[in-house]
């Protein structure tokens, strides 16, 4: 024990130390994706009690006990982000062992916000004791991503006005998860109506502003989304993102063509972009019959 470094008496509190780290991964060689994903952890873990604790005083109980809203890869990316602040801690001589922790199971989602999903869904939002505009905000989101494929939270809710082309139809995503996602996305018929009614006369802004969010834009539906599901008789598995599935299946069915549905996804690796791909088992059944026919 007297060959160790000496620890500060007191470790400092959490909140206090994610500025610091926070800082670390803007100034360091971290990937500009890698540093946005630990502003996302963090801004995930800023709403449990582990934001509160001194850093020596988390342990590997108090890291099972996090309760993240989302999906399993939200709850990951909080933990993955705790064990890298917690680790640099160690790094920085501020505790002496950072805790061991692990990460939850994530699988590929299996289900498909299509359209009867898409119509039970809004007919049960219209069931819920919601106001008028909030119910139309949630129709509206749930139609947008599933004509768009934009991801919910880094690009939909962040839609500004400034770039929406009516002339040409289409939709320019200026920041997303990666350098591919800057990317031109074209506008329905419904999509097209929907912006233009959202818009109304307004040059710029938010497509959807929010007055009780910091950002000034719309962050989450979540909540909304639940209590919709769940009147709905849905599985807790189907999430919004789901939309975004739906979109990528239903391009590729009807093009035949995956290095549009890439660039129209924001994706760069074929890999990513097939695990938005769920097979029509009717196509196929159409397939081997029109086969066995032509034999016949």
């Not at 160790?4 to 008496?9: A, E, F, Q």
């Not at 800023?46 to 006990?65: K, N, V, Y």
């Not at 710029?204 to 979540?222: I, Q, Y």
């Not at 919004?240 to 069915?253: A, K, Q, S």
Request: one cysteine or more; aromatic letters at 8%.
């Amino acid at each position: 024990m007297d060959n160790m470094d000496p620890l500060p008496r007191k470790a400092p509190m959490m909140l206090d130390f994610s500025t610091r780290f926070l800082e670390w991964t803007k100034t360091s060689r971290l990937a500009r994706k890698s540093s946005a994903y630990y502003h996302h952890g963090w801004r995930l873990l800023s709403t449990t009690a582990i934001r509160g604790m001194r850093l020596d005083q988390i342990t590997a109980d108090h890291i099972e006990q996090i309760r993240i809203n989302g999906s399993a890869s939200n709850v990951n990316c909080a933990l993955r982000t705790l064990r890298r602040i917690l680790h640099k801690a160690e790094e920085w001589k501020l505790i002496r062992r950072a805790p061991r922790l692990k990460l939850i199971p994530e699988y590929a989602r299996d289900l498909r916000l299509d359209e009867a999903v898409e119509c039970r869904l809004i007919k049960a939002a219209a069931a819920c004791k919601w106001r008028t505009s909030a119910f139309e905000q949630f129709r509206d989101i749930v139609m947008l991503i599933r004509d768009t494929g934009m991801r919910n939270e880094r690009e939909l809710y962040r839609m500004r006005i400034q770039d929406l082309d009516f002339e040409k139809k289409v939709i320019f995503v200026p920041d997303s998860k990666t350098a591919k996602g800057r990317r031109t996305v074209p506008m329905s018929d419904r999509v097209f109506q929907i912006l233009q009614g959202r818009c109304e006369n307004r040059a710029e802004g938010w497509v959807f502003p929010s007055k009780r969010s910091k950002s000034g834009h719309l962050t989450t539906v979540a909540h909304r989304f639940c209590e919709a599901r769940k009147k709905a008789g849905f599985s807790e598995k189907l999430v919004l993102y789901c939309g975004r599935h739906d979109f990528g299946t239903r391009v590729l069915n009807t093009t035949g063509n995956l290095k549009a549905v890439m660039e129209v996804m924001g994706h760069k690796d074929v890999h990513t972009a097939m695990r938005y791909q769920h097979p029509e088992l009717e196509l196929v059944r159409a397939a081997l019959n029109d086969e066995q026919g032509s034999k016949a």
